[in-house]
């Protein structure tokens, strides 16, 4: 079945890096748009960042652009978020998504960013 498993978040300083992975199982990777999302505190889950299933294209809420980066490695079927410049807005669970038919979640992982 489809599983997707988030890992990579914790504790962060202001101003400071994290790389969030998801590995996934259970379908056809390469062929497959990724997506990340999270969810703050008191608020509704929201869209971050988005990739094609080749890698060539890539979106971004406005809240992360210029700050977050996502990949892909097909051959190792992980989709990654390096996050930069993080500020305590950023806090929340990140949750790692593919749509094949029907919509499906990673467990999340937590991100803090906090002094």
């Known amino acids: 079945q489809v599983q997707l498993v988030e890992s990579g978040g914790g504790l962060v300083q202001p101003g400071g890096s994290l790389r969030l992975s998801c590995a996934a199982s259970?379908?056809?990777?390469?062929?497959?748009?990724m997506r990340w999302y999270r969810r703050a505190p008191g608020k509704d889950r929201e869209f971050v960042a988005d990739?094609?299933?080749?890698?060539?294209?890539?979106d971004y809420a406005d809240a992360v652009k210029g700050r977050f980066a996502i990949s892909r490695d097909n051959a190792k079927r992980m989709v990654f978020l390096q996050m930069n410049n993080l500020k305590p807005e950023d806090t929340a669970v990140y949750y790692c998504?593919?749509?094949?038919?029907?919509?499906?979640w990673g467990q999340g992982t937590q991100v803090t960013v906090s002094s």
């Open positions: 259970g379908f056809t990777f390469s062929s497959a748009t």
């Open positions: 990739i094609s299933s080749g890698g060539g294209l890539t």
């Open positions: 998504r593919v749509d094949l038919g029907r919509t499906y």
